[in-house]
């Protein structure tokens, strides 16, 4: 019987090893969590404040370039308003994650079909709305210390 005796390279075993401690915590991937609830948050909250700096000409948008339907203007324009100021909130505590995350993907669904088809960065939100929603607030939001105290 004979062995097979491979060389030692050092990088191949220092890549090993990081390798090993970054499967056994998952502090990156909470970290990379966080770091998608924060651009998330900041996206929705910046245009939430910039439709209620003047919300009358947030209301004409509504009625004349947006045109959601089913909603009349006055409606659409309240209910994206909070969204946009309320769900960031939540996302950056990482409290009902899973919650805003759907929230801004039904949003960013119904602009990606009837106001801004061509915008590119509807799938990039779209993307990391339905991260948020398949893997939650990861180990840095209230979401994962609320669930393991229950």
């Not at 209301?59 to 009349?72: C, H, N, Q």
């Not at 915008?119 to 609320?146: C, K, M, Q, V």
Request: positive net charge; proline residues 5%.
């Amino acid at each position: 019987m004979t062995a097979r005796i491979a060389p030692k390279i050092p990088l191949v075993g220092a890549y090993a090893r990081l390798e090993t401690r970054l499967r056994n915590t998952d502090w990156l991937a909470g970290l990379a969590l966080l770091a998608v609830r924060l651009w998330l948050a900041k996206f929705f909250f910046f245009s939430g404040l910039t439709k209620i700096a003047n919300f009358n000409t947030t209301v004409a948008l509504f009625s004349d370039e947006y045109k959601v339907p089913v909603l009349p203007p006055e409606i659409a324009a309240v209910l994206s308003t909070t969204a946009e100021l309320t769900l960031p909130v939540l996302l950056v505590l990482g409290l009902f994650t899973r919650f805003a995350g759907a929230g801004f993907l039904a949003m960013t669904t119904v602009i990606a079909v009837f106001v801004y088809p061509d915008a590119p960065e509807n799938a990039y939100i779209l993307l990391l709305a339905g991260t948020l929603i398949a893997l939650g607030s990861g180990r840095f939001g209230l979401d994962y210390w609320i669930a393991r105290k229950a």
